[in-house]
T-cell receptor, first 112, second 113 residues
Framework: SQQGEEDPQALSIQEGENATMNCSYK?????LQWYRQNSGRGLVHLIL?????REKHSGRLRVTLDTSKKSSSLLITASRAADTASYFC????????????FGEGTQLTVNP | NAGVTQTPKFQVLKTGQSMTLQCAQD?????MYWYRQDPGMGLRLIYY???????DKGEVPNGYNVSRLNKREFSLRLESAAPSQTSVYFC????????????FGNGTRLTVT
């Protein structure tokens, strides 16, 4: 079963608005990663946040992690039409080299 | 620098046929992975190889075999394809397991009739 669950499943906003996607998980993690997937393409890594970190920024992306609530959120500020894609969270756990478990993704549509 | 290269991009098989999906990375990564992606199911790990010479089962290994041919190449074999294996297959690699980002190929779209 999937260990990362994302909310909402789909999100439609206007260009310039902010987009927030949430990810919950059930067991302990080493890190949590966010990926983007454009239609028909492979996933592209966006940001990795370790279990001892609470917030991380990369350009227009802001990721938070609350290990007490077992949840993370991805905020995209000032969205653009080019941000239209599916966004996945992935939980890293166990020893290095073991599995990275993905959620089912959030489909983001940014309307021009 | 091509990253992760998967071949073929598309394939149609009949039930019972076999095939091998190829994957190669040129980033000198230690770990490699095979995932399948189905609508509404996200990505599920089939097999992974933490380092050259080792392979381990993931979440959905039944019906598949893998070979870590060398550090660069990690192949996935379907010995007797079934319609339930219709999916998009992604190969990925990472420098140091799940503590570092995964780099994905563009996928192989497989249809089994």
């Amino acid at each position: 079963s999937q260990q990362g669950e994302e909310d909402p499943q789909a999100l439609s906003i206007q260009e310039g608005e902010n987009a927030t996607m949430n990810c919950s998980y059930k067991t302990s993690i080493n890190n949590l990663q966010w990926y983007r997937q454009n239609s028909g393409r492979g996933l592209v890594h966006l940001i990795l946040i370790r279990s001892n970190e609470r917030e991380k920024h990369s350009g227009r992306l802001r990721v938070t992690l609350d290990t007490s609530k077992k949840s993370s959120s991805l905020l995209i500020t000032a969205s653009r039409a080019a941000d239209t894609a599916s966004y996945f969270c992935a939980r890293g756990s166990g020893t290095s080299g073991s599995r990275l478990t993905f959620g089912e993704g959030t489909q983001l549509t940014v309307n021009p | 620098n091509a990253g992760v290269t998967q071949t073929p991009k598309f394939q149609v098989l009949k039930t019972g046929q076999s095939m091998t999906l190829q994957c190669a990375q040129d980033m000198n990564h230690n770990s490699m992975y095979w995932y399948r992606q189905d609508p509404g199911m996200g990505l599920r790990l089939i097999y992974y190889s933490a380092s050259e010479g080792t392979t381990d089962k993931g979440e959905v290994p039944n019906g598949y075999n893998v070979s870590r041919l060398n550090k660069r190449e990690f192949s996935l074999r379907l010995e007797s394809a079934a319609p339930s294996q219709t999916s998009v297959y992604f190969c990925a690699s990472s420098l140091a397991g799940n503590n570092s980002p995964l780099h994905f190929g563009n996928g192989t779209r497989l249809t089994v009739t």
